[in-house]
């Protein structure tokens, strides 16, 4: 199959790439150009910008594919002027959502069914931790009432593994591997959710094979904390109650992927994966997620969000030590 994926070169969109190359299909990407690239040279790769609207989309006109998968839309104006103009020369359109559409929901498990928050409006283009559901559920909006039901609605959980350029899951696989006493979040009994990426990318792939339409939540296993922090191969750790991370007025850009249970967001780490994995959803082994991130993050630069002296002053209150 002819695919068009609008992004491509960056984590997710990369994985994407390359699981539809693999299975043999011919893949086009449509980038700014601006990011490093190491897609395989069979990629056809196609300049533009979604911020133009119409004008930045000039290089697929008069083209068309089987699939497009939009791995790259974030606001209404993005999205609403690939949608159109694609609408009668791709098949199905497959947008990459993310779960933050279902806001600070108190329902648990987190469904497909799941109230979403309100959609922002579509004069809205900046992407920040307060905006980012609601443009997300504008998009979602806008695909489904272009494509109907040759659209497909991805909602994936964090997302996790090689190329990875959050620091999120990262922080804690290059924590794990330093010398000195790791703080642990919490008691150990808390929640985090993620997926890895290649797993959300080889769901792209049968999506776009079986032509399948509706909305799916891509998330992986549920762990416990004391269970994450034991497959990361962390020895010397301490465990600073969440009373006092909360005083020390932490928030998860220091404490990636930390949401103490029935806290702020907590739910999304509860998303049901069950309609995705009927649909052929496979999880990767969490131990294979972890060792080939940290061979990936061996040749990175990464500055890990809590500093060591932070670090170093809430394990000691977490001992009742003066620091």
């Keep these: ?50 911020n133009l609207g119409n004008a930045g989309l000039t290089a697929l006109q008069g083209r068309s594919w089987g699939a497009c998968v939009d791995v790259s839309g974030y606001t209404p104006r993005q999205v609403r002027a690939s949608a159109e103009l694609l609408r009668a020369v791709v ?3 497959v947008f990459v959502s993310a779960v933050m559409v279902y806001g600070n929901g108190t329902v648990r498990p987190v469904r497909e069914t799941h109230a979403r928050v309100p959609a922002a409006g579509e004069h809205v283009t900046d992407v920040n931790g307060e905006t980012y559901g609601a443009l997300k559920v504008a998009c979602e909006d806008i695909v489904q009432e272009i494509y109907g039901d040759r659209c497909t609605l991805l909602r994936p959980q964090v997302i996790a593994g090689p190329h990875d350029p959050s620091g999120r899951f990262t922080y804690w696989v290059a924590r794990a591997g330093q ?3 790791m703080l642990a979040p919490g008691d150990g009994s808390d929640h985090l959710q993620f997926i ?17 339409d509706g909305s799916f939540n891509l998330a992986g296993r549920r762990l416990t904390w004391r269970e994450f922090i034991r497959s990361l191969g962390a020895t010397n750790i301490v465990w600073v109650p969440a009373l006092i991370l909360q005083s020390a007025g932490l928030t998860f850009m220091e404490l990636p992927l930390y949401r103490p249970e029935r806290g702020t967001y907590s739910g999304l780490m509860e998303v049901s ?9 496979r999880l990767t ?39």
């Design 196 to 212: 890895d990426a290649r797993d959300v990318a080889r769901f792209v792939s049968a999506v776009v094979e079986r032509d399948l």
């Design 285 to 323: 082994d969490l131990d294979a997620t972890i060792a080939d991130t940290r061979a990936w993050l061996a040749g990175q630069e990464l500055t890990l969000a809590l500093s060591p002296e932070r670090e170093r002053e809430l394990i000691a209150r977490a001992r009742g030590k003066a620091y």
């Design 91 to 93: 098949r199905r359109y």
């Design 273 to 281: 994966n069950e309609l995705a994995r009927a649909a052929g959803l």
């Design 179 to 181: 010398a000195g006493a």
């Design 1 to 50: 199959m002819r695919i068009l994926v609008l992004g491509g070169t960056r984590f997710v969109g990369r994985h994407i790439v390359e699981a539809l190359v693999a299975a043999g299909h011919a893949v086009s990407i449509l980038t700014r150009g601006w990011s490093p690239d190491a897609l395989p040279s069979t990629v056809e790769r196609l300049r533009g910008d979604r």
